[in-house]
């Protein structure tokens, strides 16, 4: 039996294909990913267009509230109202003059909630990060955590589901919303109903 010192320092070359085609499909892999994400983001937008314009424009031109798929699934018009407030990753991500516009935005928004009894929407959340060894400190932040100077941030916000609630119950009860400052969006959506 002939030993060849030189097997075990050279990797064969069906190893370095083996290495190479893995490297190939996991490239490939990558490029079929972002082909399927790009594909389902223009699905998605092809499916808002179709609820939100063409279906309710074609449902309104020919007078139609409402109608039944043949497998018996409903589809009728909802109208929306919807509105926003920046939020701190929106403005996190947002650079120069747009944050300074989305921080100004949202702080507009927030003093208009409370100047109309609407204060208790808004959430504040107070994240303080802490080693596994700091329990004692973590117990006692509540108390002193300005006196201690420990950096912590602090995400103030409402839920959007709320925030809609709120715009739509004063606008069907007469009531003024600032339209351009919660960039209120009004329209009509078809909808599936449930239970159909």
């Known amino acids: 039996m002939t030993i060849n010192p030189l097997d075990d320092v050279a990797p064969a070359s069906n190893s370095l294909g083996a290495i190479t085609d893995m490297g190939q499909k996991m490239y490939d892999l990558l490029k079929e990913i972002k082909e399927l994400e790009d594909l389902l983001k223009k699905k998605k937008w092809d499916f808002t267009n179709l609820a ?10 020919l007078n139609c509230k409402d ?3 043949s497998n018996g699934t409903k589809c009728e018009i909802k109208e929306i109202l919807s509105g926003s407030i920046p939020s701190n990753g929106a403005i996190e991500k947002a650079k120069g003059d747009d944050k300074l516009d989305l921080e100004m935005r949202q702080k507009q928004c927030l003093d208009w909630l409370r100047d109309n009894n609407h204060g208790d929407l808004i ?6 990060p802490f080693s596994k060894t700091e329990d ?19 995400a103030v916000g ?36 449930k239970g159909s």
């Open 136 to 154: 004692k400190k973590c117990n006692e932040f509540v108390n002193e955590l300005r006196e201690k100077n420990i950096f912590y941030n602090r």
């Open 158 to 193: 409402v839920h959007h589901g709320q925030l809609n609630a709120l715009l739509k119950e004063r606008v069907e009860d007469g009531k003024e919303i600032p339209y351009d400052l919660f960039k209120v969006f009004t329209g009509r959506k078809a909808i599936f109903v």
């Open 52 to 61: 939100e314009h063409e279906l309710p424009d074609l449902m309104q031109e």
């Open 67 to 69: 109608f039944t798929l």
């Open 123 to 128: 959430k504040s959340n107070v994240t303080v």
